[in-house]
């Protein structure tokens, strides 16, 4: 059975920087492509960042492009991702999504909160 694990969210003042991580266990980790989607209260859940199953290409969303990086190490099932200058807008629960073979798992997701 394959779990989603995040962790990392909680309260951080506007410009800060938060890390957030997402263990995946109970498949093949290395196999899977990865993606941070995020949703804020009152609207639809939006794509943050995506990195494919090595690590090789990573793709972001332009609302976040140049402040967030992903990455993953996939010897300890487990992909982060690197926020900066964060603003009140980007408070939302962050879902962490790992695709492959057929199968899409999702994890309960984490709130990340931007105020002062």
């Known amino acids: 059975q394959v779990q989603v694990v995040e962790s990392g969210g909680g309260l951080v003042q506007p410009g800060g920087s938060l890390r957030l991580s997402c263990v995946v266990s109970?498949?093949?980790?290395?196999?899977?492509?990865m993606f941070w989607y995020r949703q804020s209260p009152g609207k639809e859940r939006e794509l943050v960042a995506a990195?494919?199953?090595?690590?090789?290409?990573?793709n972001y969303a332009d609302s976040m492009k140049g402040r967030v990086t992903i990455s993953r190490d996939n010897a300890k099932n487990t992909v982060y991702l690197q926020m900066n200058s964060l603003k009140p807008e980007d408070t939302a629960v962050y879902y962490c999504?790992?695709?492959?073979?057929?199968?899409?798992?999702w994890g309960k997701g984490t709130l990340v909160t931007v105020s002062s």
């Open positions: 109970g498949g093949i980790f290395g196999s899977w492509t």
């Open positions: 999504n790992a695709v492959g073979h057929g199968a899409n798992y």
């Open positions: 990195i494919t199953s090595t690590g090789g290409s990573t």
